[in-house]
């Protein structure tokens, strides 16, 4: 198969999805494809690789931004050019964080307390909220993020409320809008969903312990920074409560072939999921690809089957 891997971007994740790209392009080889990769610096580039019928299936490897928030989904839909994930109205769910997690809450799935917060809006005013000493919780912890972003970026974890205003200042750099939310004491875990026939089933669980700190850009992208255990030492109860979150979220959000689902599992035992990934990272410390190798499966092996069910699925 004719296959463009779409990588690059304009966004602050720009290198890892270079990186993720590179991976990407050499599996992909590695099984038989044609492939180009081609880094996308602007939206409009993807209409000259794909026009006439050029550039055959896409497989994307933009991370955040519009490469995730649906708008190259979008575009990709409307020229018919098929392509590798979710359609563009779950990547536009699960980038804003606000609204996924307004969706889970419906469904029933757990998530943080928080409010969203515009830009513009000071540390007083947050400090001065009803719903603050709810959200504060037991932990006395608070997290700021900017609400459509990724890796990690713009994010802080705060003692207290002291530097709240420099925190929001920083979710800020990177989005207009802002989520102050408890933070949830216990153990960071992801899991990776794929689908075969349109029936999504659970990869094994990722634990993750950063060296320093919690699980921020530098923990995610330095080797060596963090340890991965998979799959998880879990109790099979609580493995299939954290399979049932993973996958109910997948599902809600509407997204097809694989995403990355990341959940804290607290200090009770329950899973509380942060958010969905439809266009997760594939470098070389990425986490899909270690959950495929816990599985047996090999990378190139695991992206044959998102190119296959992708084709296979169809998008809403």
Same mark, same amino acid.
């Given at each position: 198969?004719?296959?463009?891997?779409?990588?690059?971007?304009?966004?602050?994740?720009?290198?890892?999805?270079?990186?993720?790209?590179?991976?990407?392009?050499?599996?992909?080889?590695?099984?038989?494809?044609?492939?180009?990769?081609?880094?996308?610096?602007?939206?409009?580039?993807?209409?000259?690789?794909?026009?006439?019928?050029?550039?055959?299936?896409?497989?994307?490897?933009?991370?955040?931004?519009?490469?995730?928030?649906?708008?190259?989904?979008?575009?990709?839909?409307?020229?018919?050019?098929?392509?590798?994930?979710?359609?563009?109205?779950?990547?536009?769910?699960?980038?804003?964080?606000?609204?996924?997690?307004?969706?889970?809450?419906?469904?029933?799935?757990?998530?943080?307390?928080?409010?969203?917060?515009?830009?513009?809006?000071?540390?007083?005013?947050?400090?001065?909220?009803?719903?603050?000493?709810?959200?504060?919780?037991?932990?006395?912890?608070?997290?700021?993020?900017?609400?459509?972003?990724?890796?990690?970026?713009?994010?802080?974890?705060?003692?207290?409320?002291?530097?709240?205003?420099?925190?929001?200042?920083?979710?800020?750099?990177?989005?207009?809008?802002?989520?102050?939310?408890?933070?949830?004491?216990?153990?960071?875990?992801?899991?990776?969903?794929?689908?075969?026939?349109?029936?999504?089933?659970?990869?094994?669980?990722?634990?993750?312990?950063?060296?320093?700190?919690?699980?921020?850009?530098?923990?995610?992208?330095?080797?060596?920074?963090?340890?991965?255990?998979?799959?998880?030492?879990?109790?099979?109860?609580?493995?299939?409560?954290?399979?049932?979150?993973?996958?109910?979220?997948? @599902? /809600? &959000?509407?997204?097809? %072939?694989?995403?990355?689902?990341?959940?804290?599992? $607290?200090?009770?035992?329950?899973? +509380? *999921?942060?958010?969905?990934?439809?266009?997760?990272?594939?470098?070389? @410390? /990425? &986490?899909?690809?270690? %959950?495929?190798?816990?599985?047996?499966?090999?990378? $190139?092996?695991?992206?044959?089957? +998102? *190119?296959?069910?992708?084709?296979?699925?169809?998008?809403?």
């Amino acid at each position: 198969m004719k296959i463009t891997v779409l990588c690059g971007g304009e966004g602050p994740e720009r290198e890892v999805s270079l990186r993720s790209g590179a991976a990407v392009s050499a599996a992909l080889s590695g099984q038989g494809h044609e492939v180009v990769c081609a880094d996308i610096q602007r939206k409009n580039d993807i209409f000259s690789l794909f026009r006439d019928g050029r550039g055959g299936f896409a497989f994307i490897a933009l991370h955040g931004g519009w490469g995730e928030d649906g708008t190259l989904q979008a575009a990709l839909e409307m020229m018919g050019v098929p392509f590798s994930g979710s359609g563009h109205s779950a990547c536009a769910l699960a980038m804003d964080k606000t609204a996924s997690k307004a969706l889970f809450r419906w469904k029933g799935i757990d998530v943080p307390k928080g409010i969203e917060v515009c830009r513009g809006t000071t540390a007083r005013e947050i400090m001065e909220s009803s719903r603050l000493p709810s959200i504060l919780g037991k932990s006395g912890k608070l997290v700021v993020k900017p609400c459509c972003s990724g890796s990690t970026v713009g994010v802080s974890i705060l003692e207290g409320t002291d530097l709240l205003g420099e925190a929001l200042q920083e979710a800020f750099r990177f989005d207009s809008r802002a989520l102050v939310e408890e933070f949830i004491p216990g153990r960071e875990l992801t899991v990776t969903v794929q689908e075969e026939n349109g029936i999504p089933s659970c990869l094994p669980v990722i634990e993750i312990q950063p060296s320093m700190g919690f699980y921020d850009y530098a923990s995610k992208y330095t080797p060596g920074a963090s340890e991965y255990i998979v799959p998880a030492p879990l109790s099979e109860f609580v493995h299939r409560r954290v399979e049932k979150a993973s996958l109910e979220a997948h @599902t /809600s &959000l509407g997204c097809r %072939a694989y995403s990355r689902v990341d959940l804290r599992l $607290g200090d009770d035992g329950f899973p +509380v *999921v942060l958010e969905v990934n439809t266009v997760p990272g594939m470098t070389a @410390t /990425s &986490l899909v690809p270690k %959950a495929a190798a816990a599985a047996g499966i090999s990378f $190139g092996s695991f992206l044959d089957r +998102v *190119v296959e069910n992708s084709l296979r699925n169809g998008r809403p």
